[in-house]
């Protein structure tokens, strides 16, 4: 266990140690915030919606943000290190295969969840202006981060199939997107 959390903490520090992660960061939170305020702006309207305002959050922004959010965060993973040679490293050091990746999706998968946390701010906003029910939040919220942890481990096998990042993120979002 103690393999698998380093190699977490060695890729959440790979990430955050590179702009990359702050440009993905911050380009998925422009994303959701535009979405949020769309959604917001049709339901100050006369028309009662058919949908509560966080179902059209996760609705819209879920799956715009989930193809291009998921290969990026997970091109990396495998490819960056076949490509310097740091895989032969790794595989022979005296842990096993299965650490490394539960490590590296881990770490993959921390990320995602932090990225997630800012959009708790939508449901601070919500609650400011009327009394939705927590429960369909939570429940998406649950949804959201447990169908990007199965695209992050898509993204994984797409990162170990190929040397090239940019082929890596390509074939996850063309699995993400069947």
Known sequence: M??????AKKELMSYFFSPIA???MTVFLIITGILFHITLEEFQGNIIPDHEPMEMIFGSSFWITQLILIPTITMRLFSEDKRTGYI???LSAPIRDVEVVLGKYLGASIYYI?????TWVYVYILYQLATP????ILTGFLGVILIGLFFNALGLLASALTKN????SVVC?????I
Not at 2 to 7: E, G, K, N, T
């Open 173 to 177: 979002f063309c699995m993400i997107a």
């Open 165 to 168: 990042q940019v082929i890596s």
């Open 88 to 90: 032969e490293v790794l």
């Open 2 to 7: 103690r393999v698998i959390l380093a190699i």
């Open 114 to 118: 932090i990225l997630w946390l800012p």
């Open 22 to 24: 702050y440009v993905v």
């Open 133 to 136: 029910d927590i429960g369909p």
